[in-house]
């Protein structure tokens, strides 16, 4: 079993749509978890990190649920700029272990 | 505000050949640095990690090897490649073990 797993994916929506990208990690000794972006051919940049009670971030909202060990990103009223590869990753052992990553096309 | 150098940003190099790439950082003192490679439609792999200069901690057997000259210099290298080099390789930094910044990346094919 992967140590993270995404949706295979991808994922294509009309913009304007609601698109919800679900992780599972194998670690329930895991500390942090964090969703990062990367946009075709460039390096990933850090979207949000993620928190026991839910966080949200504008149009943006992540989900942690530590019991199933389980996370989860949504995002809300899709932008055509939104289109990126969404990658779940998580710390422990102060390494982090990065998912394969869920791409989203986002169409007019 | 930190920032995060990679050179280069693309390489082209022949099979056989050695390696060096290299990553600097600013704005920060001892930071974590770290060393992934990203194969074509695959996930980031861990290669190694420096918690300070000197100190090198290996992830995976390979070809490669790194070393931390000066406190926010970190160095990839090799001394002769194999196709299977060939990927996205990413420096990032980090204060402590808590969210990792990456840099542009250098895309490297080994022919």
């Known amino acids: 079993r992967k140590e993270v797993e995404q949706d295979p994916g991808p994922f294509n929506v009309p913009e304007g749509a609601t698109v919800a990208f679900n992780c599972t990690y194998s670690n329930s000794a895991s500390q942090s978890f964090f969703w990062y972006r990367q946009d075709c051919r460039k390096e990933p940049k850090l979207l949000m990190s993620v928190y026991s009670s839910g966080n949200e971030d504008g149009r943006f909202t992540a989900q942690l649920n530590r019991a199933s060990q389980y996370i989860s990103l949504l995002i809300r009223d899709s932008k055509l700029s939104d289109s990126a590869t969404y990658l779940c990753v998580v710390r422990g052992g102060g390494k982090l272990i990065f998912g394969q990553g869920t791409e989203l096309s986002v169409k007019p | 505000s930190q920032t995060i150098h990679q050179w280069p940003a693309t390489l082209v190099q022949p099979v056989g050949s050695p390696l060096s790439l290299e990553c600097t950082v600013e704005g920060t003192s001892n930071p974590n640095l770290y060393w992934y490679r990203q194969a074509a439609g695959r996930g980031l792999q861990l290669l190694f990690y420096s918690v300070g200069i000197g100190q090198i901690s290996s992830e995976v057997p390979q070809n490669l090897s790194a070393s931390r000259p000066q406190d926010r210099q970190f160095i990839l290298s090799s001394k002769k490649l194999l196709l299977s080099d060939s990927g996205f390789y990413l420096c990032?930094?980090?204060?402590?073990?808590?969210?990792?910044?990456f840099g542009p990346g250098t895309r490297l094919t080994v022919l």
């Open positions: 990032a930094w980090a204060v402590v073990a808590d969210t990792q910044y």
